[in-house]
DNA sequence: CATGAATGAGCATTCATTCAT
DNA sequence: GATGAATGAATGCTCATTCAT
């Protein structure tokens, strides 16, 4: 690695570097990882393809620093949600409302750590993925506490809710945004009444 | 016109076709289409890159016959049971299950269709997006006919409820397969559940 | 790999292949590995760029055949030599002369063996290095066994004697074919003379 | 003109001048003109890729100056070694002993001068070449005065034999240090008797 | 049916170089 | 003296596609 290189990666001094990684997100959430070529990323940004190399080492690279801040934060606040006080159903409600929030903000990079990661090199995959494996055992230990504390069904099946949980969540980005009327705030008051709703499960 | 070329346009009386289209539809799974060269389609099939070119006549075209492929049906087996008797909550847990079957025998199809067929060129992939908005408004409307019959309280979101569904279901071919124990009919029997007692909302 | 590569690799059934090997020679041997562009052996070939590629799977790959086709016979000729009968002056001027030879219908290869091979990578260029190596040490034992013979004095430096041969002999590609009346008999005769003469010392 | 340039042309006045072109030297040596980026050279130094070119007006040009001084001193020394009294052996072996002495101090910059030399533009290029020439037709008038003194043989090819004498020598940048033992001391008292004794020719 | 050969277009990437600061 | 930012030009390489056989 060329000491250029060390130093960027160490300290990411440079000035436009935030700019050009959203633009780069928002291309590859557009046209996907192998549609989207470096110059649709310049094109956005007014610079040369050239210029790119300035600020990342390669497309690679950038779709994992796309995909680590698409994907940050999640963990931490399921975290802490699920550790504090409560009832699993507040939890529930708290974990799909936080899981939605980053739409308001930074719903490109979020499409793109859903859909793009597994582009990633094996090592860098693989430590994007844990993340995603770490919210899913969040998600599914509030909601084995709650069948514990008798909130819901023993019968829930709560690897399968978990899934459907966060299939539902995940899809949002997806349309957030074309669907008028539809805010982060009733998007998540709506998915936590259906969602606590379900587990609930009165049907059992 | 040659009679090659007239059968091809006719429509794929080619013996080995089924044989190409699933491995394309393979391939565009795992890897996206853009990820996806026809030299690796041709691994799968022990055949050179070359030869593919006699079954269709662009990577384009094979994309929209594995997207039609994956997306036919849907609409097809949601209007009969919409347009059947019976209560809304019966017809949701019929569409559920509906929507889950293909993974049992066209997994990598839908994916395709869910995830790649964006990449479409223009005309064809307005076509193949009809199916799933058509799909949508069934699902939406047997939401609204069950509010209308008390079966789901007046407050229900149809629209977003709709999307929740379709969510928590899409995401299904992304894991099938690597879930131990999860069948088909467990997930559709899990999610219906889920769902219905999710629409009808004690909450509320 | 592609199968196409593999294919390629194990049989090399490719008509043309002689010939663009050769025009890579002639490049690599006229500019150097790195300041000959593939573009550069297309023009000499008259083919586009991308053709080239049809032939090899990499320029390194390039450089690499050429440096074996350059390497190979050296050692099989000298060990011949060397185990055969004979006083060691003989087998001095029987080595020289065969190490010369290769002049006549390869020297792009052996220039570039001598000069580019060092910038192969790691795996062939080890592989490659031990041709030169094995070189050596027959000549270095030939001179041995000459000292052990009473035909060179004891005090020959046989290393220093070897680098002194093959430096001679490997200069000869550098500049055959621009010194007028330096046929390869006669230069192999010359460069005999000299060494024999030299190794034997009178002077000591 | 701006003072800095002015300076710059007339000749290197800066502080760290003769470090940066070490630098250059040593990368030259190690990796070929072509191979070598700016950027290695800039690695070397510890210092920006760009501010190298405060040194020097392009790479080209630091080939040059490293060609100059791995050039420089050889016509000189043999001049004065052919210009002065003794027998051609005598001078033979002064030639060769001066030929190699600057592997001592400035090995990485006779090697670019030896292998780098016809990357240089055609200016520059013939200037420093013509230094090969000169010291090439001094050499080889040694060999002429040696053969008529009866020093050497008259069948004595002198073109062949200046060109054997040079390929020992100049091959010698290219090993030393790799050899154990082998000092510039030792190397040159070797190749001189083994020259010596050459081309005296006790066989013709 | 299938393939070998070839190609045009595009792609990510490198690199020497410039220039305002 | 030195650097951060940027660029133009090239480079090696990939890939979908064509076509004669």
């Given at each position: 690695?060329?000491?250029?290189a060390?130093?960027?990666?160490?300290?990411?001094?440079?000035?436009?570097?935030?700019?050009?990684?959203?633009?780069?997100?928002?291309?590859?959430?557009?046209?996907?990882?192998?549609?989207?070529?470096?110059?649709?990323?310049?094109?956005?940004?007014?610079?040369?393809?050239?210029?790119?190399?300035?600020?990342?080492a390669?497309?690679?690279?950038?779709?994992?620093?796309?995909?680590?801040?698409?994907?940050?934060?999640?963990?931490?606040?399921?975290?802490?949600?699920?550790?504090?006080?409560?009832?699993?159903?507040?939890?529930?409600?708290?974990?799909?409302?936080?899981?939605?929030?980053?739409?308001?903000?930074?719903?490109?990079?979020?499409?793109?750590?859903?859909?793009?990661?597994?582009?990633?090199?094996?090592?860098?995959?693989?430590?994007?993925?844990?993340?995603?494996?770490?919210?899913?055992?969040?998600f599914?230990?509030?909601?084995?506490?709650?069948?514990?504390?008798?909130?819901?069904?023993?019968?829930?099946?709560?690897?399968?809710?978990?899934?459907?949980?966060?299939?539902?969540?995940?899809?949002?980005?997806?349309?957030?945004?074309?669907?008028?009327?539809?805010?982060?705030?009733?998007?998540?008051?709506?998915?936590?009444?259906?969602?606590?709703?379900?587990?609930?499960?009165?049907?059992?």
């Amino acid at each position: 690695m060329s000491s250029v290189a060390a130093r960027r990666i160490a300290g990411n001094t440079h000035r436009r570097a935030p700019e050009i990684i959203e633009a780069a997100a928002r291309v590859f959430a557009e046209r996907g990882y192998h549609g989207a070529s470096t110059q649709a990323i310049a094109d956005v940004l007014g610079i040369r393809q050239a210029s790119l190399y300035y600020y990342f080492a390669s497309k690679e690279e950038a779709l994992e620093q796309v995909c680590m801040m698409g994907g940050e934060g999640f963990v931490e606040r399921a975290v802490a949600i699920a550790a504090g006080p409560g009832a699993a159903v507040d939890k529930v409600r708290a974990l799909i409302h936080a899981h939605l929030s980053p739409l308001l903000d930074r719903r490109d990079f979020v499409l793109v750590f859903l859909r793009e990661r597994h582009h990633l090199p094996d090592e860098s995959r693989r430590r994007v993925g844990r993340l995603a494996r770490r919210l899913e055992r969040i998600f599914q230990e509030v909601l084995e506490a709650g069948v514990r504390a008798g909130e819901f069904p023993a019968e829930l099946d709560c690897r399968l809710a978990t899934l459907a949980l966060l299939g539902m969540c995940n899809a949002a980005p997806g349309w957030y945004g074309k669907e008028p009327g539809a805010t982060v705030e009733r998007i998540a008051a709506e998915f936590g009444r259906l969602a606590v709703d379900g587990l609930r499960g009165e049907t059992r």
